[in-house]
């Protein structure tokens, strides 16, 4: 216990001290935004990216020793005047899944750590994002194989976990760059093969996104509807951009500044059209899933967010600290 512990504040203040060491040179003045999506109550292994309650807590309590956690947009004040502390990181939670508000929440307040959810306005109080009715109807379906060959989407054997991660990794990105109708056609026609006693709500409640913002978490936009938004005509586009975030601030009744790509791949899930969007809308920042820093002289409209998977708290850190000194992606 004692070697353990003298181990672990020895990794600590190496951090510490090498962060510090980063931010005295000219990689200093920049911000690292961490990203989650789903909080788990326990470990799921057809969800392997996505932690459980306890892994989230030990990222938790290794930002809170060793990093600088600041609101995110406030961080982006303090990175224009050149004023960021060394080790700076921004949380962030995509989506607005309900366990941000059971799970998330009470970690955060228990570590005094702020963060922002990017919420997905039309999916507040409603039934499962698509990819969530995917992820259940896979895990659901009774062994054997899945066939979709008719909608050219292939065939599937769904026999042990890894025929199921297998297809559920196939489906998901298949489905991603779908038309939105044939998408639904295809998760209702899983629905359908598991029967009823599908659709636990995952999202979050109006009630929920009012008590996050009223406990200081930042809600963000995310769109209305999730959509792949080069999918979409610029009309159609800018009502997601633009109406995700009306529909938001009708909820909280505040101004809602930060805006995420869904899907956030630079150049192939949005491009310079929806930079110009956002910034029309009204956001201050927008942010993609690029890996990478924050610096002042990166395109305020994309900007990286990334989450470390290494699995001990020493190695989260550390490479939480190379992005930092290898700057923008
Ligand atoms: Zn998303």
């Not at 959810?117 to 698509?130: D, H, L, Q, Y």
């Not at 999918?231 to 009744?253: H, M, N, P, T, V």
């Not at 002289?297 to 699995?311: C, G, H, K, M, V």
Request: aromatic fraction near 8%; proline fraction near 6%.
């Amino acid at each position: 216990m004692t070697v353990h512990y003298y181990q672990s504040s020895m990794a600590d203040r190496f951090l510490r001290v090498a962060g510090n060491a980063i931010g005295r040179t000219t990689c200093g003045n920049r911000l690292c935004v961490v990203n989650y999506h789903r909080i788990l109550a326990a470990p799921d292994p057809m969800l392997a990216s996505e932690p459980d309650i306890a892994t989230f807590r030990w990222q938790m309590a290794l930002l809170a020793r060793c990093f600088n956690v600041l609101p995110l947009h406030a961080a982006l004040v303090r990175l224009d005047a050149g004023a960021l502390p060394p080790r700076a990181i921004a949380i962030t939670f995509d989506d607005g899944y309900r366990s941000v508000h059971d799970l998330a929440l009470p970690v955060l307040k228990e570590f005094g750590l702020p963060a922002t959810v990017f919420v997905t306005s039309g999916c507040i109080g409603e039934r499962n994002m698509w990819n969530d009715r995917i992820i259940e109807a896979v895990q659901t379906l009774p062994d054997g194989q899945l066939d979709l060959s008719d909608v050219g989407l292939g065939a599937y054997s769904l026999n042990g976990l890894e025929q199921r991660k297998d297809a559920l990794g196939r489906l998901t990105e298949a489905s991603k760059y779908l038309p939105p109708p044939a998408r639904l056609a295809l998760v209702e026609r899983l629905e359908a093969l598991v029967g009823e006693g599908l659709a636990h709500g995952l999202m979050l409640t109006p009630e929920m996104v009012v008590s996050l913002d009223r406990s200081g978490i930042d809600i963000g936009a995310h769109t209305i509807s999730h959509p792949i938004l080069t999918s979409l005509d610029d009309a159609s586009a800018e009502l997601e951009i633009a109406g995700g975030k009306e529909q938001l601030e009708a909820i909280i009744g505040k101004k809602v500044r930060l805006f995420a790509y869904p899907n956030g791949k630079v150049g192939k899930d949005f491009d310079a059209r929806h930079l110009a969007m956002a910034r029309a809308a009204g956001f201050d920042a927008a942010f993609t899933t690029a890996v990478g820093a924050i610096t002042r002289s990166q395109n305020r409209f994309q900007l990286p967010r990334s989450r470390p998977w290494d699995t001990t708290p020493f190695l989260f850190g550390l490479r939480l600290l190379s992005w930092l000194a290898q700057g923008p992606p």
